[in-house]
């Protein structure tokens, strides 16, 4: 199971360290808050709701994300490949494999919600502050 879990945080930590890293700069990157913040819910929803799902939602902040039946089953969750390869390897039973999914999508929902609770959609300044965005100034 410990062999599991560290493939598989090699697999995620690398989609939270590059949002982490987008706002270490000598520039402001005020103006690429929320669409940063949108880029990294996206990419945490398509790694455990189905794809048509995420794309149909007027707001990804509002897709049903616990609702199983919107979920990828335990073959397409994304889990990375050598986890999966780990898993395969080590012919772990149909019970355990079963625990280590339930906990990854669990991880995922936790993130989900995390980013949910903590990070600021929802206020009206920040797509005001596209103007501030460095990417967009003309030079």
Known sequence: MTELVLRFMQYILPI????NTVFQTDEAKIGCVLPEMDRLLGKFLIKFV???HVKAADELMNLNFHNKDLQHGDD??????????VLQDLDV?????KK???GFRGFYEAV???MLGKFPFDDPTLPHLAVLD???TET
């Open 16 to 19: 939270i360290n590059n949002f």
């Open 50 to 52: 189905q794809m048509r």
């Open 76 to 85: 397409m969750i994304a889990i990375g490949l050598d986890t999966r390869e």
């Open 93 to 97: 039973d149909p019970g355990t494999a």
């Open 100 to 102: 280590f999914f339930q």
């Open 112 to 114: 989900v919600d995390k």
């Open 134 to 136: 460095p990417s967009k």
